[in-house]
């Protein structure tokens, strides 16, 4: 995890500075928000000289953190201040509390401010934030990072990719681009609706709306017109599409990217990840609104291009974090994965059924399928596909965009129309 | 409940956990720290952490320090201003303007307005808490509106003007983390993130909140709970259904049960997930004999 090491990314300028050479600019704007870290018998005058020596230290950590990438406001350093004066300081835990306490950082970047704490107001060297290599899946949340992962790292991952790319752009890049286009447009109007707490307006089919009624009736002085009425809100449900890129993939893990952009890019609420031995969410990514420049960050974020599959595993390790959890809750979930899971596919098993239950409707796209003489035979296919909805053809760009677009029309699940089949 | 003035509860870290610990919630340094700097500063205080390690709890005891009344916001998808803020009582205002006849009537009186949590607090600061409960439930909508809240402590209503906060009131906001929230309110709040506790403090709470448990039993819940969370369960058990455990245990053992029988017997009550339940059977019988050992 030593992402942030090389980033010295300015949040004021947008910028990339070199280290170092930005003291005094990048101060936060100081001046702005009266300081009162000087206590109150203090008897120098603010704006005499400045604050304190002993504050210096505080104002800097601030400033450290944000070349690492912290998002933090000029008015959460001055409460960081009034914390620390609060508090006496009376030790440097002190100081560590009113830090954690005022500047907030992400409960997953708690290692890493720990780390810079340490090394700032302790001296403990050079930070290295080193990640842990152990058993469990490892998660990548691209939600807060910024532009890093430095070219390198791009060129040599996204190589797989863009050659793959070209490899696709000389099939039928033009008809493939009209197909993308038209399903951004359509996607938002296709999804599966449910049922909004909130109400509209409406002219008929609906529920007196006494808020407005009564505000005709008072201007009306007391006459008591049509009456107006409301009616719940549909909104469009979720869309979750779970991306596998192992290597047996490979083919199709271009396309099935530029469908996802397509899929973000249309849908209100739309959420991506790709797993093959790790799991990483690559929504944010996705959102720059060119397609090329948000592939390639895509690219860059994912870090187990064309390895193996632990889909049960990440499956369960996608489920395991509660945050990501809520997005399956309710939403239409999309697995494009060939579900070749090796050796024992319990946890396969498991994880699908609890997709399954968290779901609106769940969702298997396999390329396999393409193949008429498919049938789904493997013991990890066979063990799921009772818990699935669907299970179709996703060999192509056209089958997959047509299902996402049905996915608001009812279908017999997957088990009996598989079965009509055999 | 007798009125406080939060500055003179909130002296030092130290005297608010030692308040909260007379409220029967116990906590610790940081949490204490968060506490205090959040009444100090006047800021709104930002509790986040995974389900059942007691911040809604936290909350009931803060109200309880301060000797106010706890008014909760319970957030939800779509939840809105009417919810929230206030609403008026049509009905009421119907039958009044039907009532009055040629009279002249000021329908948007008090008595036809329906405080809601937040107009509710900004009526009496001083003798209400305000605590927003899992707002990571609500939707961007809602987090602009209580932001504008948070940041000015008033609410306008049109037929009414503008309703202004005599005095900062304490506001505690909780989150599961299912999702992020506005990097601008996090910027408003003072921060904290609730952990589970270590084995030690999970005994003491226990200890404390449950009816009677004997220490040896609070203690050999806390080490058995602590060894069930580090497996990758669905549904982690939190504080709440460790002390259930430890109750339902007891009472099992009172009721005749051997010990590490009753242990096993009363696992209803901390795992409520049949797949988890299926998952720790094979294990439960070594985990709490490692326990109690």
Redesign the interface.
């Known amino acids: 995890m030593s992402r942030d090491l090389n980033n010295t990314f300015s949040p004021f300028t947008g910028r990339r500075c070199p280290e170092g050479a930005d003291e005094g600019q990048r101060e936060p704007p100081m001046s702005a928000p009266p300081l009162t870290c000087l206590p109150a018998s203090s008897p120098r005058k603010r704006g005499e000289e400045g604050f304190p020596r002993a504050a210096a230290p505080l104002l800097s950590f601030a400033r450290l953190l944000r070349r690492y990438g912290f998002?933090i406001?000029p008015?959460?350093v001055s409460?960081f201040m009034?914390?620390a004066t609060?508090?006496g300081p009376r030790s440097m835990?002190?100081i560590r509390?009113?830090a954690?306490?005022?500047l907030?950082p992400?409960?997953d970047r708690?290692n890493e401010f720990e780390v810079h704490f340490r090394s700032h107001f302790y001296g403990d060297g050079q930070p290295s934030v080193e990640g842990e290599e152990d058993e469990e899946t490892r998660i990548k949340d691209d939600?807060?990072t910024r532009e890093k992962e430095s070219e390198t790292a791009r060129q040599e991952k996204g190589g797989a990719l863009s050659s793959a790319l070209e490899q696709l752009s000389t099939r039928d890049f033009q008809r493939d681009d009209d197909r993308l286009t038209a399903f951004r447009r359509k996607l938002a109007y296709a999804l599966p609706a449910r049922r909004?707490?909130?109400t509209v307006r409406t002219h008929s089919r609906g529920k007196l709306d006494?808020?407005r009624?009564?505000r005709e009736?008072?201007s009306a002085d007391?006459d008591v017109p049509s009456p107006l009425l409301r009616r719940r809100q549909t909104v469009p449900r979720k869309l979750l599409i779970l991306i596998d890129v192992s290597g047996s993939m490979k083919l199709h893990t271009a396309d099935y990217l530029k469908l996802a952009h397509a899929a973000v890019q249309g849908a209100d609420r739309a959420e991506i990840f790709t797993f093959g031995t790790r799991l990483t969410r690559i929504t944010s990514a996705l959102r720059i609104r060119d397609r090329d420049q948000a592939l390639a960050r895509a690219a860059a974020q994912v870090d187990d291009w064309d390895g193996g599959t632990r889909m049960g595993p990440t499956l369960?390790a996608f489920?395991?974090v509660?945050?990501f959890s809520?997005f399956a809750r309710g939403a239409a979930v999309v697995i494009l994965s060939d579900a070749l899971e090796r050796g024992d596919h319990g946890a396969l098993e498991?994880a699908i059924?609890?997709l399954s239950a968290r779901a609106f409707r769940l969702s298997l796209a396999t390329p396999l399928a393409g193949d008429p003489r498919f049938h789904p035979e493997t013991a990890a296919l066979s063990a799921i596909l009772p818990e699935l909805d669907d299970l179709i053809d996703g060999s192509s760009l056209k089958s997959l965009s047509d299902f996402i677009l049905s996915l608001a029309r009812p279908a017999p699940v997957a088990s009996t129309i598989w079965k009509r089949v055999s | 409940m007798p009125k406080v003035n939060a500055e003179t509860v909130a002296t030092s870290?130290e005297a608010v956990a030692q308040q909260l610990a007379a409220a029967r919630y116990l906590a610790d340094?940081?949490l204490a720290?968060?506490i205090?700097?959040?009444i100090?500063?006047g800021?709104p205080l930002?509790l986040?952490g995974?389900?059942g390690v007691g911040k809604t709890e936290a909350a009931k005891a803060i109200a309880e320090l301060l000797g106010r009344d706890l008014v909760r916001l319970q957030c939800?998808?779509?939840?809105?201003a009417?919810h929230a803020l206030y609403e008026?009582n049509?009905?009421r205002?119907?039958l009044a303007?039907r009532h009055a006849g040629e009279h002249e009537i000021d329908?948007y009186d008090d008595r036809f307005l329906i405080a809601r949590p937040l107009l509710q607090v900004l009526r009496a600061p001083e003798q209400r808490v305000l605590l927003v409960d899992e707002i990571d439930r609500s939707d961007h909508e809602f987090e602009a509106l209580l932001l504008e809240f948070l940041s000015d402590f008033q609410i306008s209503i049109p037929e009414r003007g503008t309703i202004r906060a005599e005095a900062q009131p304490i506001v505690i906001l909780t989150s599961?983390?299912?999702?992020?929230l506005a990097?601008a309110l996090?910027?408003r709040?003072?921060?904290?993130?609730i952990g589970y506790p270590d084995a030690r403090r999970e005994a003491e709470i226990i200890m404390l909140r449950a009816g009677d448990v004997a220490e040896a039993t609070a203690r050999a819940v806390a080490t058995a709970v602590q060894t069930i969370r580090a497996r990758?369960l669905?549904k982690p058990p939190g504080i709440a259904e460790a002390v259930e455990w430890a109750n339902a245990a007891t009472i099992l053992e009172k009721g005749g049960s051997p010990w590490p029988e009753a242990f096993r017997r009363a696992i209803g009550v901390l795992i409520k997930d049949e797949?988890d339940l299926s998952y720790i059977a094979p294990e439960l019988g070594r985990i709490v004999e490692e326990a109690l050992a």
Not at chain 2, 189 to 193: D, E, G
């Open positions: 998002a406001a008015e959460q409460s009034q914390a609060l508090l835990a002190d509390e009113a954690l306490a005022t907030a992400s409960p708690r939600g807060g909004s707490f909130r006494l808020r009624s009564l009736i008072v007391g369960l489920l395991s509660p945050r809520a498991t059924r609890r | 870290p340094d940081s720290t968060a205090f700097l959040a100090r500063l800021k930002l986040e995974a389900p939800y998808e779509g939840i809105d009417a008026w049509y009905q205002q119907l303007i329908i599961n983390r299912t999702r992020e990097e996090r910027r709040c003072v921060y904290h993130w990758p669905a797949e």
